[in-house]
């Protein structure tokens, strides 16, 4: 069975989950998802990074020890995920004992090869980023370029690795291949960031101690970036079940934002090659959520909760419109007004309508036993076309394409409908035949549109009189048109998605 690991970048536990989180989280989730119904083996992965000195401040505020900062904090992560439905196989935190026993293996291994160096370093440092800042990189006033606020003077004692040593290799490995890192404009971001020339990176710390002990020299803590990336690592055996990993490895899809390109596409293949490792993962990346609109913009970007937008749309109806709103790669607009016209036009009306009329139908002239599709249907070619296109937008980590080409399909049973007026007639062969095709559409638009609204899809499929849940099939078998059986009895209910008004 072929698998696919699929990961989100583990948050930073003191963060508050917010809209940027739940965007990278619910596309991994959706993609996860999506690759169940293709019949893979899957292991979808999310977490929390609890080291650093944030932490240990954080933590020495509140009078508590880092952990137990880390554990008060890392659960609001794992209660986010559990509203907005996600499917993650494994929740890691970086404090766990087996994080330390890969961190700590992957990095001597390293060491080993020669590619960790002791040195000294200084410069100035962003307590927040905790990443070293060079002169050219920092904002007016020696700020940091990300915080605006001023960085501090930082003299230490500590461990280099040899990423200048990584040129040539990296930049071979994005040359040759082109599905490295997609959308393609982020590889090429990539070489250009490894073209510019690729300094030896400090990291290790003295200075602090809320962090995994370097193996080869007391008093070390390894900087928090670097254990961090480990977690990939970690969560499919590496430093405990070597057979798990040799696997799983190979399968690796990293999901991010671009904010953290630099770290996870130039500095991990790195660490990685170091360590010996030639299997090199595949990256998705997306752009920016910027917050525009009226309700959104009053509130600052990180303060808007996923709780508080499954609040206004449902699970699900926020699911769709976050995945449908916003492709991923480039950066997006994000409001409140596009969320709730998203939903009324494509959930409330274009699927929600035609499922409640296609029924309704069926119960005055069909006496509620559903007709079967035409073989030879009019809608048949474009579901085949809408079929392909939404598999080939998933196959590409693209939600939000792959829901568009899905979307068309429901809008061509709705135009078959107002076409062919089946209301108008009377009961007989041309009304089966319309209100089969319709449900076959819609039975087809629910196995589609499962990966991103899961419990929405299977309340539909049950409308449709389907026994199961549409995420139980597979794609190969399922999407083809002409299955909806026929003559099942339709059970009544209230629509699936009431239209919303702005609040
Ligand atoms: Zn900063």
């Not at 963060?15 to 989280?25: L, M, V």
């Not at 599709?373 to 070619?381: E, G, I, M, Q």
Request: hydrophobic residues 40%.
């Amino acid at each position: 069975m072929d698998r696919f690991y699929v990961t989100t970048p583990i948050y930073y536990v003191n963060d508050e989950p917010h809209i940027g989180h739940a965007f990278t989280t619910l596309n991994a989730d959706a993609v996860a998802r999506w690759h169940r119904m293709l019949g893979e083996d899957v292991f979808f992965l999310t977490g929390t990074d609890e080291h650093g000195l944030k932490i240990q401040r954080a933590a020495e505020e509140n009078g508590l020890s880092p952990l137990e900062q880390a554990d008060r904090t890392s659960v609001r992560f794992k209660e986010a995920w559990r509203s907005l439905n996600i499917s993650n196989d494994d929740f890691i935190r970086t404090t766990e004992p087996r994080h330390h026993v890969a961190v700590q293996q992957l990095l001597q291994r390293c060491y080993d090869n020669g590619y960790i160096e002791r040195g000294t370093y200084e410069g100035s440092y962003c307590v927040s980023c905790e990443a070293y800042y060079t002169d050219d990189e920092l904002g007016e006033d020696r700020t940091c370029p990300i915080h605006k606020r001023p960085v501090e003077h930082m003299v230490e004692d500590n461990y280099f690795f040899k990423l200048s040593a990584f040129e040539d290799r990296l930049t071979d490995w994005l040359t040759n291949s082109p599905d490295a890192i997609t959308p393609d404009g982020y590889r090429k971001e990539a070489l250009g960031l490894i073209r510019q020339g690729l300094e030896d990176i400090s990291i290790s710390r003295t200075s602090i101690d809320w962090g995994v002990p370097v193996p080869w020299d007391d008093g070390h803590v390894f900087y928090v970036w670097y254990d961090a990336l480990i977690n990939y690592a970690t969560a499919v055996g590496f430093g405990s079940d070597d057979a798990r990993f040799e696997q799983w490895w190979p399968a690796t899809h990293h999901m991010l934002g671009k904010d953290i390109l630099r770290f996870h596409c130039v500095y991990w293949p790195a660490m990685l090659l170091a360590a010996g490792i030639e299997d090199l993962p595949t990256y998705h990346v997306h752009g920016f959520l910027l917050v525009s609109g009226e309700k959104m913009s009053k509130t600052s970007f990180n303060k808007i909760s996923p709780t508080a937008m499954v609040e206004e749309f449902g699970v699900d109806g926020f699911r769709y419109a976050l995945l449908r709103d916003h492709s991923f790669g480039p950066d997006s607009d994000f409001s409140y007004e596009s969320m709730l016209s998203r939903y009324n036009s494509d959930l409330a009306n274009t699927f929600g309508n035609l499922l409640q009329r296609v029924t309704t139908i069926v119960g005055k002239k069909c006496g509620g036993v559903a007709p079967a599709p035409r073989v030879d249907s009019p809608v048949a070619d474009k579901a085949a076309t809408a079929i392909a296109e939404t598999i080939a937008g998933w196959a590409k980590f693209q939600a939000a394409s792959g829901l568009d080409a899905t979307w068309r399909l429901a809008r061509e049973a709705n135009e078959l409908l107002s076409e062919t007026e089946p209301w108008k007639l009377e009961p007989g062969p041309e009304v089966d035949a319309i209100l089969g095709d319709a449900l076959e559409a819609l039975r087809i638009v629910a196995l589609l549109g499962a990966p991103a609204m899961p419990e929405a899809m299977a309340a539909a499929w049950a409308r449709l009189g389907l026994p199961g849940r549409p995420e139980e099939q597979r794609i190969a078998d399922a999407a083809v048109w002409g299955q909806y059986p026929g003559g099942v009895t339709l059970p009544e209910g209230e629509p699936l998605f009431p239209r919303l008004k702005a609040t």
